[in-house]
């Protein structure tokens, strides 16, 4: 027999481990052989020996020891890791990065005129915000250590052209009317939308509340629209050009009989042929072909040619040339004297009058005979309500009819009093044309050489050239 051997209890053990970075803690528990087992307070006391302090799970020890679960190691303690703060960033107000999207209509069709690629901004209106970088939130290591979070780094300044902000520097606001964008990082507003090449398919219609510059040329079927100026250094095809400047074009305007022009503002283009235009202020010109033009001032064609052939070419003012018609004798109607928008009102009330007239004449026949059949028997429900009715149309169209007349009239009065309206040709105007001065008309039918014409005593008559 061997000989007698003393026994050795062991007794259970506990290991605590920590992470690296200090933000978990595990513990492996051995299992007590013949000793004393780990209890509750023995693992409490191991982990403050290891000096862990924050975030240890009691019930996850508990539930450890209820369940024996030995030799492995578990997360008994975490601690929190901090959140960085973020960095400053901007929000936008306004769309800044548009890009080309065809405008498709309700019934499905798509309009690749209308791409939208220009954000207007209106003065004052709030573009951006800046917001503030964040400081973050403190974490915490299981030794109960504060961990201290990275701060977040401010935006950089935007502030560009045209652009102010608010008294903290936190909002940002346009400082007049025009398109906002991004340059060289900034933000901008530009009080001149520019073109580099033509208006067309790769720009759509423009639409822009500043000035619009065209480096090129303006499309047939295009539209610019400008709360400002256009200016124009190609040419103008059958387009529609709308602005409250001015209008300027540095070449010109072939309009095919498809183009509009109207500026609250003067128009100045280096010829101008086969197009519409209306002006509020001055029209000028080296020559004015088959067009229709108004301007509400004067219309000036004294250029290299100073030629106005064809079409209707009205002013309120005057209107000065070299040479009106041409020698083959072309229909050509020239009209000053009155604010040519007056005129077609005018025009257009005559008109109305006439057919008033009509109205009036055919309902009192009307009345007469309803009238006339009711003496005589009584009359049907439906008659007796179209008696009503034609009255009350005959009283409504007679006063209607007595507005319109007293406007007629003040107009008419006031066309008498006006002593303006001239009409220049420093070479001469051909036969075929057609001067039009306040009320007054006059066919040319012989060649005049430098000659100013003017009204007199209610006549056209023909003087010498007024420079």
Known sequence: MAPYQEE????????????????????????????????????????????????????????????????????????????????GRILYHVAIHKQSKPQVLEDGTVNFKQLDLITNVKKGQLLAEVIPPTDGICGMDVFGNEITPQKGKPTKTILGKNVVESEDGLKLYSKVEGQVLIKDGKLHVSEVYEVSGDVGHATGNIKFNGKVVVKGNVKSGFTVEADGDIQVNGVVEGATLIAKGDIILNRGIQGNNQSYLECEGSLVAKYIENTKIKSLENIESDCILHSDVIAKKSITVVGKRGLIVGGQVRAGEEIRAKVIGSHMGTNTKIEVGIDPEEKSNYEKMKLEVSEIEKNLSNLKKTIELLNKMGKNSSLEESKKELLVK??????????????????????????????????????????????????????????????????????????????
């Not at 259970?12 to 087992?37: E, F, N, P």
């Not at 009691?58 to 209820?66: D, F, R, S």
């Open 8 to 87: 050795h209890l062991l007794d259970g053990s506990i290991v605590i481990s920590i992470s690296k970075d200090r933000l978990q803690a595990y513990v492996v528990i051995t299992k007590a052989l013949g000793g004393k087992d780990i209890t509750f307070e023995d693992a409490k006391e191991a982990l403050r020996e290891k000096g862990v302090l924050y975030g240890i799970d009691e019930k996850k020890i508990n539930t450890i020891l209820y369940n024996s679960i030995f030799d492995e190691e578990i997360l008994i303690a975490e601690g929190k890791e901090p959140q960085h703060g973020e960095n």
């Open 390 to 467: 034609s009255v009350k149309t005959y009283d409504y169209l007679k006063e209607n009819y007595k507005e319109l007349k007293d406007k007629l009239k003040r107009f008419e009065l006031r066309a008498q009093d006006l002593s303006r309206g001239k009409v220049h040709a420093s070479i001469k105007i051909y036969p075929g044309v057609k001067v039009s001065i306040l009320n007054a008309a006059r066919h040319i039918y012989d060649e005049l050489s430098m000659c100013t014409l003017c009204v007199k005593e209610g006549e056209i008559i023909i003087g010498p050239y007024e420079k």
